[in-house]
């Protein structure tokens, strides 16, 4: 080969090598300035949309998506409009504010308002999600007084699209010199389908037991409508995007099965709070109760509720100051109206 032909070979080669290191499917980005960015889009969630550029070797950088105005890409994607609706294909612009979705369906592309986009390639989702914490506390005295107290908490939430499992129970036994003075236990679970996004019916059961209470078993089965004022990604704040608050009201049928008093039992009404703050990731502020006034008989009502502090020690592993109030206005004879609970507690946290 002559000097003159490969000099020349050389040359073309140098001329396509930044073709060919293109060459891979891109997209383009029009802003309401009027520039043009070529991009890889990776995805557009929480109002911004995350891309690659060409001049920017570092870490995927995100623009606001109220500053798009067109999207092109050689690439399929997948594009959720506020209506709920999912389409996938390759996006092109088809004029300033309209995008067209080239399916596999259709021959023309489908013209969508780039307003009416929520999400481009969003994370895929777990069908359910499940969070909660298993709790544990102890204090153990020998020698000239022998002290023994044990507790054991734990929290169980299973959430997917439509349904809410919640699942809640505690435990507490207690002896000092060899005598019993504590032993109660408390559970309850309940199953909330969501109507709505927010609006939801539920329906559950709660099972409490107390030896000092002269209660074999309080059991209340009830059912009505909630509703989730404040949910995860609410506000844009890193400090409250993660809070939740829940009410509920409805009916139910209250029962006590006594040791040695008249058993009792009853309709009742019902309403409940559920609030959840994570203040920063590693210290949650949390509060839940529960009241049941009775229908038939109006001075007899039961408030029970927890609240407290959790916080991250090590990793998942998590300390708890936690305080628990019930109140029965009409207990069994001899017993005190109001119950007091504090614990300080370690456990293990799980969840996405």
Not at 10 to 29: D, S
Request: net charge neutral.
């Amino acid at each position: 080969m002559s000097r003159k032909l490969s000099s020349f070979v050389v040359f073309i080669w140098l001329c396509l090598l930044p073709v060919w290191g293109l060459a891979e499917p891109l997209g383009k980005l029009s802003l309401k300035d009027g520039s043009q960015i070529y991009v890889e889009i990776l995805e557009m969630t929480e109002g911004f949309i995350t891309v690659k550029t060409l001049f920017h070797d570092g870490d995927p950088i995100k623009i606001k998506w109220s500053e798009v105005v067109g999207l092109t890409s050689e690439n399929s994607v997948t594009v959720v409009l506020n209506s709920g609706t999912t389409l996938q294909g390759p996006p092109s612009m088809l004029g300033p504010g309209t995008l067209g979705i080239q399916t596999d369906m259709l021959d023309d592309p489908i013209p969508v308002a780039v307003e009416s986009v929520m999400a481009i390639n969003p994370p895929v989702k777990k069908a359910v999600v499940y969070t909660g914490n298993i709790n544990f506390g102890a204090s153990i005295i020998t020698g000239n007084t022998d002290l023994k107290n044990y507790s054991f908490l734990g929290e169980l939430i299973a959430r997917s699209e439509r349904l809410r499992l919640t699942i809640l129970g505690r435990y507490l036994n207690g002896e000092a010199n060899g005598t019993l003075n504590v032993r109660n236990a408390f559970g309850t679970i309940k199953l909330d389908f969501f109507i709505t996004k927010r609006f939801y019916a539920y329906v559950g059961a709660l099972f409490e037991q107390d030896t000092f209470q002269d209660l074999n078993l309080r059991t209340s089965l009830f059912a009505g409508p909630g509703y989730q004022f404040i949910d995860v990604g609410d506000f844009s704040s890193p400090y409250l995007n993660t809070m939740q608050l829940g009410a509920e009201i409805g009916l139910g049928f209250f029962n006590e099965d006594f040791k040695r008093a008249n058993d009792r039992n009853t309709v009742t009404g019902r309403w409940a709070l559920n609030f959840n703050w994570p203040i920063v990731p590693w210290l949650t502020l949390f509060h839940q109760h529960q009241g049941f006034p009775s229908i038939e008989e109006r001075k007899d009502y039961y408030i029970t509720s927890q609240q407290g502090l959790r916080w991250t020690m090590l990793e998942n592993f998590i300390s708890t100051l936690q305080y628990n109030w019930r109140y029965d206005n009409t207990p069994a004879p001899g017993n005190k109206k109001s119950d007091k609970q504090i614990f300080l507690t370690i456990g293990y946290a799980f969840g996405p």
